[in-house]
């Protein structure tokens, strides 16, 4: 073969490679990326932790809440059980179906209540002890990429979808090269800041029913836009392990009060 012969041949070739190669090195969709948080963000086993909140007031006075969170992602149960103060104890909440219930122990009465309630009288809802749901719940818009020390944050504006019942109707999300989500705020429909969250800390847990490597927050520090309130948020004594079916019932919860 001749050499100008040759070189078209290459030429070709490299050609027929390229549209391949500038596919494998494309960054996901906003949307993909999406589905990427909420996959590793999830659980194929049962969970049980403890979240232990530091609320930090304007007058800096501080408040310590402790909840234990029970879990099962493939069903969508949840539980929520407050041990901490000492006049919160024993009250907590259940998801059955899609609706959230909570209990008073005072009283003995359970409320149906929304997923935009404050969880123990803060201002952390129930997203955000629950599994990831950010691809089945909004629509996300590339809005580029943002430097911030040297390092470059994929920026999503994201958009409630019609029926979804999410605390904020608005959202805006960082992540970080590696497709972890480092920061969010989320924003009332008039575009009012609601409330800012910085992910500091991920633990990662191998989970024992699928053999994967999964994520979970190990500190959050959550702000409140209104009240100027802030929270440290630490998710500690994480288990992923089968759990009884009779956690996920009132029955259950209310035994914890008496």
């Given amino acids: 073969m001749t050499s100008r012969a040759f ?16 596919f494998a090195d494309a960054p996901p969709s906003g949307d993909e990326l999406l ?4 996959k590793r963000l999830s659980f194929t086993s ?10 930090i007031r304007k007058d800096g006075q501080d408040r310590l809440v402790e909840i234990n969170v029970y879990r099962r992602d493939k069903t969508r149960d ?5 041990t901490k103060p000492k006049h919160l104890a024993g009250s907590g909440y259940l998801r059955i179906s899609n609706n959230l219930w909570e209990y008073n122990p005072t009283v003995g009465q359970w409320e149906r209540t929304t997923v935009r309630a404050n969880i123990a009288g803060t201002f952390t809802c129930e997203s955000d002890f629950d599994r990831s749901r950010l691809a089945e719940d909004y629509t996300a818009k590339d809005e580029g990429v943002e430097k911030l020390n040297g390092t470059s944050y994929r920026k999503l504006y994201l958009t409630a979808k019609a029926g979804a019942e999410v605390p904020f109707p608005l959202l805006r999300i960082w992540v ?5 989500l480092v920061k ?10 609601l409330r800012t969250d910085t992910i ?6 191998k989970d024992p029913e699928s053999g994967q490597q999964v994520y979970h927050y190990k500190e959050v520090i959550e702000e409140e836009a209104e009240s100027g309130m802030k929270m440290v948020v630490r998710y500690e004594d994480v288990q992923l392990a089968p759990l009884d079916a009779n956690i996920f019932t009132k029955s259950w919860l209310e035994a914890r009060a008496r």
């Fill in 35 to 38: 589905q990427l948080i909420d």
């Fill in 78 to 82: 949840l539980v929520f059980l407050t």
């Fill in 7 to 22: 070189l078209p041949s290459c030429l070709l070739a490299l050609l027929t490679l390229m549209p391949a190669a500038a």
């Fill in 46 to 55: 049962d969970y049980k932790g403890v979240v232990r909140i530091r609320e």
């Fill in 184 to 193: 969010r705020i989320g924003y009332a429909p008039s575009g009012k800041t």
């Fill in 200 to 205: 500091r800390a991920y633990q990662r847990i």
């Fill in 176 to 180: 970080d090269p590696d497709n972890n």
